[in-house]
């Protein structure tokens, strides 16, 4: 695993995100480019490790300034450039596209990606600042979780579902990294977070829950919930989230080096206790804080 | 640590017999002033992990009793001194719910749970496990209400509604600063308010390969948002359907202990799981 700091590399620009992908992914020996002739703007990248029983394809379709379009698929044709298999190219409930927003020239400072051998999670963060006076960032995260059953194939992406690119405005963005499933129909609103399965255990294409989701016995998951984990004795209580399937109701596995923190109020509740944009140390491993600013959801990721 | 189950009736001065029977059997518990009627003091008394606090049940009803924790308690004048813990934030009483049937009682050290065999209410009584043991900060879980008891107050959250007359009350007689307390369990939504009742989530627990993921729930207190510490063998699940979680009675082995699922059926149908022992 490794977290790399890499700066305003992708600023607004067709592109711009597939060059970073192709600088980074392959740095880890299970991610390659699967086709590098599938288009202008278009990037195709594989994670295989056939020991583990991780296969998946993620296709990049970067081709606007600022946002880009994903899908995962289980496998693709290099030679005739489209994917092979099953695929999640759109959110399940409303038929969304699957976007990463590449932030806009009024916000952006830099970006960071972290790399794993079954999963990468794309860190951007702004500068700009909110009445509760916290930064926006976005991050995403697309491969496997930590699962509890490793001989299935379960890739995920956590991402949004709207092109919207501010990524906060009048109090209304998040970070996806730090939200429930949020596949509303025709919903074009900046809080369009969406967790998705390719395959969840019964190999079907499902939506996805974090343990603090209300109650989701719709598509789009309930409430928000407060995720308190700041202990009185002033220590941090990890608990990396518990992803559970909308088709199964069982736990898939573990949101690998994230911490969700959900939870509407306002910062001065305390809730947020960790603070936006800092970074703490855990027993040795430094996680960064992370959240847009709308309902003051966030979460703490792990930068190893 | 002590499991015990058995009967009782919802007479006047039946959870005082299965406490005076029960409770005492562990040092760290007595029955420290018994007042006639039906009405005694129970004393938690563990000075060297800082657990003192007095249990006052007023146990002259039928149907239910009436609880108190009191920062101290005064034999000669028969009355509670210090801190008293006796209402929830809108000021509705708190009660443990009697019914005619069975009952477990799980006695620990510096905590018990009460649990109604029949309805699967659970009432918690004590420290949890505290992140900060040098604190004494004892807790109630239990109902606010006597006239329609469908709530489950351990499988619940906190339930200190719009009314005084409160479904379920979760309380602490002290927390970390010292303060009486609404407290919420981990994910408890938007607790904005001391008496906001919000909602949980549906806590999904068992894995695709069928196992079973126990964790004993993290408790906070209003006003600063802290972790105060966790349930004590419990891991409250709240969830109205059985598929997120086990279904009421069924029960798991962890590392060759039994933990049970005790849930409602009125109410929110909320459970929580339970290590019996």
């Known amino acids: 695993m490794a977290w790399y700091d890499v700066g305003p590399a992708m600023i607004d620009g067709a592109g711009a995100l597939k060059a970073l992908l192709d600088a980074y992914l392959p740095l880890n020996p299970y991610w390659s480019i699967k086709d590098a002739a599938a288009g202008a703007n278009i990037g195709v990248y594989r994670n295989h490790d056939a020991a583990r029983n991780s296969d998946f394809v993620l296709y990049v379709d970067d081709t606007a300034a600022s946002y880009s379009y994903v899908q995962l698929w289980e496998d693709w044709d290099a030679v005739a450039h489209a994917g092979v298999g099953a695929s999640v190219t759109t959110t399940l409930y409303s038929a969304r596209l699957l976007t990463f927003l590449k932030g806009t020239s009024r916000e952006k400072i830099g970006w960071s990606i972290r790399v794993s051998d079954h999963h990468f999670l794309l860190h951007g963060h702004g500068t700009n600042t909110t009445s509760v006076g916290n930064p926006s960032t976005q991050t995403y995260y697309v491969g496997q979780l930590r699962r509890f059953d490793e001989s299935k194939n379960m890739p995920i992406c956590i991402c949004k579902s709207n092109t919207n690119t501010i990524w906060h405005s009048a109090g209304q963005t998040v970070d996806p990294i730090c939200m429930r499933n949020w596949d509303v129909a025709g919903s074009t609103e900046y809080r369009a977070a969406i967790l998705v399965a390719l395959f969840d255990e019964t190999g079907a294409a499902s939506i996805l829950h974090p343990p603090a989701s209300r109650e989701p016995n719709v598509n789009h998951s309930g409430s928000y919930n407060v995720q308190v984990i700041r202990t009185i004795s002033g220590e941090i209580l990890i608990e990396e989230a518990v992803i559970y399937s909308h088709n199964t109701k069982r736990l898939m596995g573990i949101l690998d080096g994230v911490v969700q923190l959900p939870g509407s109020g306002s910062s001065t509740s305390g809730m947020m206790q960790p603070g936006y944009f800092s970074v703490y140390e855990v027993d040795g491993v430094f996680w960064k804080v992370v959240g847009g600013n709308s309902n003051d959801q966030g979460a703490l990721v792990r930068m190893s | ?277």
């Open chain 2, 1 to 277: 640590m002590a499991w015990t189950t058995g009967n009782m009736t919802t007479a006047a001065g039946q959870l005082l017999a299965v406490l005076d029977a029960n409770l005492v059997t562990n040092a760290y518990w007595d029955i420290y002033d018994d007042l006639g009627g039906n009405v005694k003091v129970y004393r938690q008394n563990d000075a060297a992990r800082n657990s003192v606090f007095y249990v006052k049940l007023d146990d002259s009803n039928a149907v239910f009793t009436v609880v108190e924790l009191w920062e101290g308690w005064d034999l000669v004048a028969h009355a509670g001194t210090g801190q008293r813990l006796y209402q929830g934030s809108l000021g509705s009483l708190l009660y443990i719910i009697k019914s005619t049937d069975g009952w477990a009682l799980r006695v620990r050290d510096n905590n018990f749970i009460f649990i109604d065999t029949v309805t699967r209410f659970g009432n918690y009584v004590g420290q949890l496990n505290r992140f900060d043991s040098s604190k004494n900060m004892p807790i109630l879980i239990c109902s606010g209400e006597t006239a329609t008891p469908t709530y489950n107050p351990l499988g619940a959250r906190n339930y200190d509604g719009a009314t005084a007359n409160s479904r379920t009350a979760w309380r602490c007689l002290f927390n970390e600063d010292g303060n009486i307390k609404t407290i919420f369990p981990w994910a408890q939504q938007s607790s904005a308010t001391e008496n906001s009742v919000g909602g949980t989530p549906a806590a999904v627990c068992q894995t695709i390969l069928g196992e079973i993921r126990i964790r004993e729930t993290p408790v906070y207190s209003m006003d600063k948002w802290l972790l105060m510490g966790v349930l004590d063998g419990v891991m409250h699940t709240n969830t109205t359907d059985d598929s997120h979680a086990l279904a009421d009675g069924e029960t798991v082995d962890v590392n060759g202990v039994i933990w049970e699922m005790i849930k409602s059926a009125g109410g929110d149908a909320v459970g929580f799981i339970v290590e019996k022992v």
